[in-house]
């Protein structure tokens, strides 16, 4: 499938099926220097290029919740059979080479690869507007009233929102089912 934006649970069960999980620093924000979100959260299931440490999958599990925690989009090198990747990474739009290619190169909607979009569900919103600072895209904006509004053309179905959303008020469905 190639590189793909994931939930954190997608993430965990990504890992949970490793037999090793190593920890690396983070290419994109060690190149760029200056970030103030964590260096040493990406995952790889190998170690071909000696640069990381072997953890076990419960410190990988809370690596991915503390990233998810500050803001990290978790992205996945993702392959054809179900839960097969060879990395994990938690990515921000300041300094993921990635996320700042495609958006040089206008090619946000093919590459990464957006499986899900964002629901609000109103009637549990407690309009505190967490979900708007979370989302890295602007795809959510809060109005005057503090309630959000959703753009589901510029969600790119990270889940950031979802998982700081208190009221539990935000789920992600696929895409494919829009």
Known sequence: AGYTYVLLEEAEAIVA??????????????????????VHVCLRFENDRGL????SRERAVEILRRADKAGLMHTA?????????????????????????????????VWPIRR??????????????????????GAVVCGSDGRPTLDIALCRGCGLCAT???AEAIDLRPLAEL
């Open 52 to 55: 990381g440490w072997e953890i």
């Open 164 to 166: 700081g959303c208190g």
């Open 77 to 109: 090198d993702l392959h054809e059979e179900p839960g097969a990747s060879s990395s994990i990474c938690n990515c921000c739009t300041d300094c993921c080479y990635p996320h700042l290619a495609a958006e040089r190169l206008r090619a946000q909607d």
């Open 116 to 137: 899900h979009v964002a629901r609000i569900r109103m009637e549990l919103c407690t309009a505190c507007g967490r979900c708007a600072r979370r989302c890295p895209f």
């Open 17 to 38: 099926a490793q037999e090793h999980v190593f920890l690396w620093p983070c290419d994109c924000r060690s190149l760029v220097g200056a970030c103030r979100r964590p």
